[in-house]
């Protein structure tokens, strides 16, 4: 999983170009709300399929060992995690500012 | 993620001890075998572990994305002590005096290899169980 990628499209930056001047804070298609989120499933789902071609592997017989099994689940549990964690955050910011007062 | 490296050099080191394992249950099963393909008894079997330290393997790793500072199996090797000479005349294997041959496996010595792989199969977990929770204990960060 890739933590530089969450940090690259971090919301937190558009936050901080968006406070200075309202001319620097183009519309940009890349780093919003929903490229933050996206990016970080992605990362969840590598960690994901690889947990669940090991267990497949395992089920068939083809020689898996338990513990790589067990790593790659840990591994998919742990990127979940992070993954609900940087979905709060963001859900967290994004309410933040719906609820500022124009 | 750094994590999961220090998770990867765990794997390999219980993916290590599993083939020790591997290799102590044949020692332990061929403990009387006086007979092999190559001829003559069983021979004891070890293992041989390298850590990937050296320059070459250092340089393909990182080139591969692998994580430095693994264990792995690269031999298996026989135990060249001399066989156990047992006087058995009724042996179909024994010599002209009534010695048979047989594994130079020492049945109490492979107890205690045995112990020692399970034992470092734990601690391989154990490090494991020790990264995910400080992984978890991470994502508590300003919760």
Redesign the interface.
């Known amino acids: 999983m890739d933590l530089r990628g969450i940090g690259s499209t971090s919301y937190l930056s558009n936050l901080e170009s968006a406070g200075k001047t309202a001319e620097t804070s183009k519309p940009q298609g890349k780093d919003g709300f929903k490229d933050a989120l996206l990016d970080s499933i992605k990362s969840v789902e590598a960690a994901r399929s690889e947990a669940d071609e090991s267990v497949a592997r395992m089920a068939l017989g083809k020689g898996e060992d338990i513990h790589k099994v067990m790593i790659a689940l840990e591994k998919a549990d742990i990127s979940f995690q992070l993954m609900v964690q940087v979905r709060n955050k963001v859900v967290g910011a994004y309410e933040e500012i719906m609820r500022m007062g124009v | 993620?750094d994590?999961?490296g220090s998770?990867d050099i765990?794997?390999s080191g219980?993916?290590a001890q599993?083939i020790r394992m591997n290799v102590i249950a044949g020692n332990l099963a061929n403990a009387g075998a006086t007979r092999t393909e190559k001829g003559g008894p069983y021979r004891r079997k070890d293992v041989v572990f390298e850590s990937s330290s050296t320059e070459f393997s250092k340089a393909l790793e990182t080139a591969s994305g692998k994580q430095q500072g693994s264990v792995k199996v690269v031999d298996i090797v026989e135990d060249n002590t001399p066989f156990r000479k047992v006087y058995d005349p009724g042996h179909p294997d024994a010599d002209k005096e009534g010695y048979v041959s047989m594994p130079n496996v020492s049945v109490p010595n492979e107890m205690v290899n045995l112990i020692s792989a399970t034992r470092s199969y734990q601690a391989n977990?154990t490090a494991?169980n020790a990264a995910?929770s400080m992984?978890?204990k991470a994502?508590e960060i300003g919760?």
């Open positions: 993620m994590f999961f998770m765990s794997a219980l993916e599993r977990i494991v995910k992984a978890a994502l919760r």
